[in-house]
């Protein structure tokens, strides 16, 4: 693995980003209700790697992947995907956008339970009448290990086979980024480390960019680098994390006294509202 530099979508470069957040801040409720959800973050996705995105309860994650993937909306600022803003699409050029150029891994599985593992997997393309690539979609087939179990239907797989299917499908169609959120939340550590191998596998052999929100420091632990998060803004970053590094780092969240949230000390170049 090589060193991966800070995230900075206003550095020189802004190509190398599969996706990059300027200046956005999401505001919930009105008031004394009002939840300052996303702080003016500026943040890149560097293309072809592994991102995870950490953060205690309420810091921000769920919030800060659906504004970057177009589920929602922002109050200011500006989301792209490749090159294209997000923020001035209508609804319709969302949606078509979302359909080919992002995918999606949620914690619960989200298949169709009529589908076969296949019909699954292809189902996105399907719905946008495109054709599947077979040589592809054969390479995915085989990396999640799926050949053996296409024509089962979701209630006949294990949750971890179910993810995989869920992994093939978000890969299917190639898209420019994958948004994970909390995928190994449902399974156990040994399904759970299966499709953390694969969705690894797939940005190192297969270039893919991912991001992906979770509370576990050993999922953490595959990606290239690690985004900590806390009330809204982008605190820290972490380069080739361990488990051991990132459990410590979370750590650094729950001390009492004011402490929380600092970067530690050397710690890495920090993008956000809390850089500025
Ligand atoms: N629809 C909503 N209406 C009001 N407040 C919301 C809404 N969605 C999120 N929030 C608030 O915005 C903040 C960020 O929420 P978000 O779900 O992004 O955090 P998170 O880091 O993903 O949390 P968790 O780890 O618990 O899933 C929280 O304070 C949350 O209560």
């Not at 999640?144 to 797989?157: D, E, S």
């Not at 972490?238 to 600092?262: D, I, N, Q, W, Y």
Request: net charge neutral.
């Amino acid at each position: 693995m090589t060193n991966t530099a800070p995230p900075t979508a206003d550095a020189p470069g802004a190509g190398d980003f599969a996706a990059r957040a300027h200046q956005i801040t999401k505001v919930y409720g009105s008031g004394d209700a009002k939840v300052i959800a996303l702080d003016a973050v500026t943040v890149g996705i560097p293309r072809g790697r592994f991102t995870a995105i950490m953060g205690p309860s309420g810091s921000g994650k769920s919030t800060l992947m659906h504004c970057m993937a177009g589920l929602d909306s922002v109050d200011s600022g500006q989301v792209f995907i490749g090159d294209v803003d997000l923020t001035k699409l209508r609804d319709k050029q969302l949606t078509r956008l979302r359909r080919d150029k992002v995918g999606f891994i949620f914690q619960a599985f989200n298949l169709v339970p009529t589908l076969t593992a296949l019909e699954n997997i292809t189902l996105p393309m399907d719905i946008a009448g495109r054709r599947p690539d077979r040589e592809w979609l054969d390479r995915v087939i085989d990396t999640v290990g799926l050949r053996q179990r296409l024509k089962h239907r979701p209630n006949q797989l294990s949750g971890g086979q179910q993810q995989r299917v869920a992994c093939a499908r978000a890969l299917a169609s190639r898209p420019e980024i994958i948004f994970a959120d909390e995928p190994t939340g449902n399974l156990d550590s040994r399904a759970g480390a299966e499709v953390l191998g694969f969705l690894r596998d797939s940005v190192t052999s297969m270039g893919q960019t991912i991001v992906m929100v979770t509370h576990d420091p050993n999922a953490a632990a595959y990606a290239d680098q690690v985004l900590f998060l806390q009330d809204g803004r982008i605190v820290d970053t972490m380069s080739e994390p361990t488990a051991e590094r990132v459990l410590e780092r979370m750590k650094g969240f729950e001390l009492p006294g004011g402490v929380s949230g600092r970067p530690f000390a050397g710690g890495s170049e920090v993008s956000g509202a809390a850089a500025r």
